[in-house]
T-cell receptor
Framework: AQSVTQLDSQVPVFEEAPVELRCNYS??????LFWYVQYPNQGLQLLLK??????LVKGINGFEAEFNKSQTSFHLRKPSVHISDTAEYFC??????????FGTGTRLTVIP | DGGITQSPKYLFRKEGQNVTLSCEQN?????MYWYRQDPGQGLRLIYY???????QKGDIAEGYSVSREKKESFPLTVTSAQKNPTAFYLC?????????????FGSGTRLTVV
């Protein structure tokens, strides 16, 4: 069975500062990893995904994530955040063509 | 443009009434999903369907029902048996049996029971 842990439920950060949102997973088989963003009262939008190849994945809105197999992590980073990045971020794992498993989310609040 | 449409955006119902949430997709996806979202609890899977006329219970199916008569549509009925139905409901779809396909989400329906 697989699971996803998002270690921080809330992350406040000042505007233009860097941010890292942490995600760890557990699985006995190979995984595909995703980050989704949810703005208030909206659905989830795909930020980026790791399927194979380069472990550094670049996504939309300047976000990137690095897959670390030995540490079973897939942390999301942005070098300089904007007010518009305030949202909830979900990490998800998929094995093969099975259902996605989602973490409980991290609420990023960017402070002016 | 292809996508998933959930309607209505906001829904108010009296306690004890059944209510049906609509989810339609034109992505030609085989699989569809319903999630419930409550503050601080992430996404919880209610029901999913991998193919027309077939569906499976998720983690919190009690008090809900679904149908999948058409590939494009996967309506969710919140019945009077659901003890705490006020929540944000999300519908999603995916390509069946494609590894690493991920999901496409609708914009959600916020249900408030008074």
């Amino acid at each position: 069975a697989q699971s996803v842990t998002q270690l921080d439920s809330q992350v406040p950060v000042f505007e233009e500062a860097p941010v890292e949102l942490r995600c760890n997973y557990s699985s006995s088989v190979s995984v595909y990893l995703f980050w989704y963003v949810q703005y208030p009262n909206q659905g989830l939008q795909l930020l980026l995904k790791y399927l194979s190849g380069s472990t550094l994945v670049k996504g939309i809105n300047g976000f990137e994530a690095e897959f670390n197999k030995s540490q079973t992590s897939f942390h999301l980073r942005k070098p300089s955040v904007h007010i518009s990045d305030t949202a909830e971020y979900f990490c998800a794992v998929q094995t093969g063509a099975n259902n996605l498993f989602f973490g409980t989310g991290t609420r990023l609040t960017v402070i002016p | 443009d292809g996508g998933i449409t959930q309607s209505p955006k906001y829904l108010f119902r009296k306690e004890g009434q059944n209510v049906t949430l609509s989810c339609e997709q034109n992505l030609n996806h085989d699989a569809m999903y319903w999630y419930r979202q409550d503050p601080g609890q992430g996404l919880r899977l209610i029901y999913y369907s991998q193919i027309v006329n077939d569906f499976q219970k998720g983690d919190i199916a009690e008090g809900y029902s679904v149908s999948r008569e058409k590939k494009e549509s996967f309506p969710l009925t919140v019945t009077s048996a659901q003890k705490n139905p006020t929540a944000f409901y999300l519908c999603a779809s995916s390509i069946r049996r494609r590894t690493g396909s991920g999901y496409t989400f609708g914009s959600g329906t916020r249900l408030t029971v008074v």
